[in-house]
């Protein structure tokens, strides 16, 4: 994994991991695609507006703004809604955010909604994927330190210097050097 800074988006649908370098512009726009729409950051699910929201770098910072998703945005655990009288409340973004796209209300995990995680690095090579299905008890190491989840929930991230993991339930995704065992 590169030690560059950078900002990106890693999004999963479906199975599927994309990642989206964000300082690549300074506006991405997030929704379902269809012939009048074709948004940056394209989601497929049905739970998903065709506008639902979109991610914008002002002044160097990045920022969520949500445009009230037919189902919804999830912000590291909680229902996003908007500001007084209805404005818009953009939500300052930092290493580790985790969004849930489509989910309703509760910040549930499944084939119609989508995952996705902001990070303040740069991600040059590509996801492994490691089959975690039916292991209560993980061990995520990068050879140095060593972080070990019982029972672990959809979405976990554990982030080390050299390396990234994601738990999704019967996969994790794992960029850079960091492995996954478990019983």
Not at 9 to 29: A, F
Not at 55 to 79: A, H, P, R, S
Not at 110 to 122: E, P, Y
Not at 141 to 147: A, E, L, M, S, Y
Request: glycine share 12%.
């Amino acid at each position: 994994m590169s030690g560059k800074k950078g900002n990106s988006i890693v999004v999963i649908e479906n199975g599927k991991i994309t990642t989206y370098s964000l300082d690549d512009k300074l506006t991405w726009e997030v929704g379902r695609p269809s012939k009048e729409n074709m948004p940056d950051i394209k989601l497929y699910s049905s739970t998903v507006s065709r506008q639902h929201g979109r991610f914008q770098n002002i002044d160097g910072m990045w920022f969520y703004i949500d445009k009230k998703g037919k189902n919804g945005t999830i912000y590291n655990g909680k229902y996003v809604t908007t500001g007084i009288h209805g404005r818009i409340k953009p939500i300052t973004l930092k290493n580790g955010d985790v969004l849930i796209f489509g989910g309703g209300r509760e910040a549930i995990i499944n084939s119609k909604t989508i995952w996705a995680l902001f990070s303040n690095r740069k991600f040059e090579e590509c996801w492994r994927v490691e089959d975690t299905k039916g292991l209560n008890k993980l061990f995520f190491t990068d050879g140095r330190q060593t972080t070990i989840l019982s029972n672990p929930v959809k979405g976990t991230v554990i982030e080390k210097e050299d390396g990234i993991a994601i738990y999704m339930g019967d996969i994790s995704y794992l960029i850079g050097d960091i492995s996954v065992t478990g019983v």
